[in-house]
């Protein structure tokens, strides 16, 4: 198990709560000041604190300025600092934005929740989809409506390959294999439509009609399973502005698309 690091008298400032004995995953300082090839030194430096306040908060744990400090100096917010159990319990670092929001109880909770919910789905992805978790929680009074990627040349799939860094999982073989699921999924539900789109990717996401929107940003060099996203609930004030222009974006984007032909595969790809 990796050490961890305590950090005490962390202020919750959105719920008001006081928050006590978090811990900082070595896994990720580690991974992200490798990234900018520092030595635990240096970091300590660029943190504005002698080298000894650093190991002295990795030995026996430190105050909520040490973790703030080292983060800023990272370039990150202090919570992408915590182990995984911790940030699930602090759930969105704003009233919206959830880092690495894959596998995070509360987005979690949203997306299986829009499958069993009754609702109309408006469900828009790249290449490939969480299909085995579809197939099980889909209920039959659920309406799926997906747009999916159908790039126009090879090219533009390995752009976004190389936009995302991935190594397998985003393939032109990836590609035409997320197509073939989703008929698959279509045929085996009548409550499935399937539609594609041939645009630039800059984000995937499920909308739930009316309710929420969870929308996975894509940026430069972040992995899968590292991703953002964006958590809008119609029902919160402060969040049904953003709710709306999304449900709009990912609308028009649902009417551009073209009816999907089943078995259709692109003509530029070589079996």
Known sequence: MAKRYIITSIFRRRTGHFMADFHMSKAAIDRIRGLRGWTMER????????????????????KAQTIKATAS????????????EERDKLGPLHSSLILMHRGNALSDSYYHGAFTSGGEIIYVVTIGA???????????????????????SEREVLAYRTHIKSSSAHTPEA?????????????????????????TPTMSGTILKDVFALIELLPYGVDQDSRPALLLRNEVPEEKQAFRFFEARFKDLLGSASPRKPGEIPSWYRI
């Open 43 to 62: 970091l300590a430096v660029e943190a504005g604190f002698a080298p000894t306040t650093l190991y002295e908060c990795c030995k026996n744990g430190g």
């Open 73 to 84: 100096a990272l370039g990150v917010d202090w919570r992408e600092l915590l182990i995984k």
């Open 130 to 152: 969480t299909f085995k978790q579809i197939d099980s929680r889909l209920s039959p009074s659920t309406t799926l409506k997906a747009a999916i990627w159908y790039p126009e």
């Open 175 to 199: 590609l035409v294999k997320s197509l073939e699921l989703w008929d698959s999924l279509a045929a085996l539900h009548s409550n499935v439509s399937v539609v594609t789109y041939s645009t």
